[in-house]
Nanobody, 123 residues
Framework: QVQLVESGGGLVQPGGSLRLSCEVS????????MGWYRRAPGEERELVAT???????NYADSVKGRFTISRDNAKNTVYLQMNSLKPEDTAVYYC?????????????????WGQGTQVTVSS
């Protein structure tokens, strides 16, 4: 069973910083990509950032220039460095692992999720 464990969430004032961590059982290189998603109260889940096994990153427009996703393959851990935090960043943040597997020569897309960690930005 693949398990993803997030940590690093908490309460921070606007303009502050937090670093989220996602420790994955097994090798993160087994996945095509890792990512962070978030769900704000009353809102649908949205993509925050992703990083492929080749190191390509992608960010939501709302966090570009403020958030940085990175990975440490030796530690099987993915990070999300969040700077210049805004109240709009308040949400539960979820770690995601995505992989394509094959069954009878057909591709299937699989996603694994962590339990989530709360980030609250408030003065």
């Amino acid at each position: 069973q693949v398990q993803l464990v997030e940590s690093g969430g908490g309460l921070v004032q606007p303009g502050g910083s937090l670093r989220l961590s996602c420790e994955v059982s097994g090798s993160i290189n087994s996945f095509n990509s890792m990512g962070w998603y978030r769900r704000a109260p009353g809102e649908e889940r949205e993509l925050v950032a992703t990083i492929t096994n080749a190191g390509k990153t992608n960010y939501a427009d709302s966090v570009k220039g403020r958030f940085t996703i990175s990975r440490d393959n030796a530690k099987n851990t993915v990070y999300l460095q969040m700077n210049s935090l805004k109240p709009e960043d308040t949400a539960v943040y979820y770690c995601n692992a995505a992989v394509t597997t094959y069954y009878n020569s057909r591709p299937y897309f699989r996603n694994f999720w962590g339990q989530g960690t709360q980030v609250t930005v408030s003065s």
